[in-house]
C-alpha cells in the first residue's frame, strides 16, 4: 500500500508531466510519474486520486507564472467560467491552457461537453450577445464523431472551442476518447480555483455570488426543459409521446393534489430532465446539470422516484424499502410516483412551459414574501 507520502510525490511528479505537456491523460501520467520516481507498477487504488493530481497541477503552475500571468490566467479562467455557467444544463467541463495554467496569447477556452443535443447547445450560444463569430463543424475520426463549436467573446476577445460528443460514442468507447480521459474540470472546480487565485484581493473582484439567483434558476430550468420535446420515449410505456409533453403531465397532475408545494412541483416537472442529456444515467444527469438550483428535497424527491416506482410495482428489496418508509418526504414521493404513472396520456391538457415555470416563479416570489 502506497504511503500518504509516496501518493504526494506520484501527484506531484504527474502533475509537472501535464503542465509540460509530457502527457495529456491523468491515469497514464500518474503510472509514469510512479515509475519515475522508481516505485514500478503501482496498483490503480494505491495511485493519487484525479482531484489530488489537480490540485498539485495548480500548485505547479502558480509557482511558475509572474503576477502578471496571474492575472492574465485569471481573466481567462472567469472567462471560461461565465462560458460554463451559461452552459451549465449540458454539464460542461473546462480542458486546456486555461485549465492547466499553460497559456500564451494563442491559447482558447477548451470546453467539453457530453450530450446528444448539439443543436440545443447552438441554440443556448446564438441567444447571448457576447458571441461572436460562431462557427460549427461536424468532425468524423476513426472511432468516434463530434461536433466542434468555436466563437469569440465579444468582437476580438478570447476564442472559445468547445467539443460536444454525444452520449452513445462515449459509452461505447468506454469514455477512451481522448477528451474524455484528459485532465477537466467542472463549474465548481473552476471556482474553486479562482478562489484560491483571488487570495488577499478585494472579494468578489473576479467571481460574482456563486449561488444561482431566481432568474438564472427558471432560465436553467426552461433550458434543460426544452429539449425533451425531441426525446421520444417507447410507445409501449409512454403512450402521450415526447418527454415534456410527459413531464408538464405530471407538473398538472402534482398541482391538482399539492398546488402549493413548490419543492414538490419543482420535482415533478424535472424529474426527467436528465432524458436529453444522458438517457440511460438520466436521473443522475438531471441531478447534476440542476446542481444547486433546487433544494435539497427537491433533489432527494428527483433522485429516488424511479426506487418509488419499484417499490410501487414490488421489486424494491426490504431494506430499502424500510430506508424510503423512513423519510420524512415519503408521502410526497409516492404521491410524485402515483403522478408519474398516471402522466402518460395522450391529449390530456397541459400547460406550456412558460406557463409552467410562471407559476413555480410565482409561488417562489409568493413564498420570499
Not at 57 to 62: C, Q
Not at 220 to 236: C, D, T
Request: aromatic content about 4%; hydrophobic content about 40%.
Amino acid at each position: 500500500m502506497a504511503t500518504d507520502k509516496v501518493r504526494r510525490q506520484i501527484a506531484s511528479a504527474a502533475a509537472r508531466l501535464l503542465y509540460d505537456r509530457q502527457e495529456d491523460e491523468l491515469q497514464r501520467a500518474k503510472q509514469r510519474a510512479a515509475r519515475q520516481l522508481g516505485h514500478g507498477w503501482v496498483k490503480p487504488d494505491d495511485l493519487p486520486t484525479n482531484r489530488e493530481v489537480r490540485a498539485e497541477l495548480h500548485v505547479w503552475a502558480a509557482s511558475r507564472g509572474t503576477d502578471a500571468d496571474g492575472e492574465r490566467l485569471s481573466q481567462l479562467r472567469t472567462a471560461a467560467l461565465a462560458v460554463m455557467r451559461r452552459l451549465r444544463a449540458f454539464r460542461p467541463r473546462l480542458a486546456g491552457d486555461a485549465l492547466n495554467g499553460d497559456w500564451s496569447d494563442r491559447s482558447c477556452i477548451e470546453i467539453q461537453l457530453v450530450t446528444d443535443n448539439a443543436a440545443a447547445v447552438l441554440a443556448a450560444l446564438r441567444a447571448e450577445p457576447a458571441v461572436h463569430e460562431l462557427a460549427c463543424e461536424h468532425l468524423h475520426e476513426r472511432e468516434s464523431s463530434h461536433w466542434r463549436i468555436e466563437f469569440r467573446l465579444e468582437p476580438g476577445g478570447w476564442p472559445v472551442s468547445i467539443c460536444v460528443h454525444d452520449v452513445r460514442t462515449v459509452r461505447r468507447l468506454g469514455g477512451r476518447t481522448a477528451d474524455a480521459r484528459s485532465l477537466r474540470a467542472s463549474i465548481s472546480d473552476v471556482e474553486a480555483l479562482l478562489r484560491r487565485s483571488d487570495e488577499g484581493q478585494p472579494e468578489g473582484r473576479l467571481l460574482p455570488p456563486a449561488a444561482p439567483t431566481a432568474d438564472d434558476r427558471f432560465a436553467l430550468f426552461g433550458a434543460l426543459l426544452a429539449p425533451l420535446e425531441q426525446v421520444k420515449q417507447s410507445p409501449r410505456r409512454h403512450p402521450e409521446g415526447d418527454a415534456l409533453y410527459h413531464s408538464l403531465q405530471v407538473f398538472e397532475l402534482a398541482r391538482n393534489h399539492l398546488p402549493y408545494d413548490e419543492e414538490f412541483l419543482t420535482a415533478a416537472l424535472l424529474h426527467d430532465v436528465g432524458k436529453a442529456l444522458d438517457p440511460r444515467e438520466h436521473v443522475a444527469a438531471g441531478l447534476e446539470a440542476l446542481g444547486d438550483s433546487i433544494t435539497p428535497r427537491t433533489a432527494w424527491l428527483i433522485e429516488h422516484h424511479g426506487e418509488g416506482q419499484q417499490l410501487r410495482e414490488g421489486t424494491l428489496g426490504a431494506r430499502s424499502v424500510r430506508r424510503l418508509a423512513a423519510h420524512p418526504d415519503y408521502d410526497e414521493l409516492m404521491l410524485l410516483v402515483q403522478c408519474d404513472r398516471e402522466g402518460r396520456r395522450r391529449g390530456m391538457p397541459v400547460p406550456d412551459l412558460e406557463e409552467a415555470l410562471k407559476y413555480l416563479r410565482e409561488l417562489a416570489a409568493a413564498c420570499d414574501e
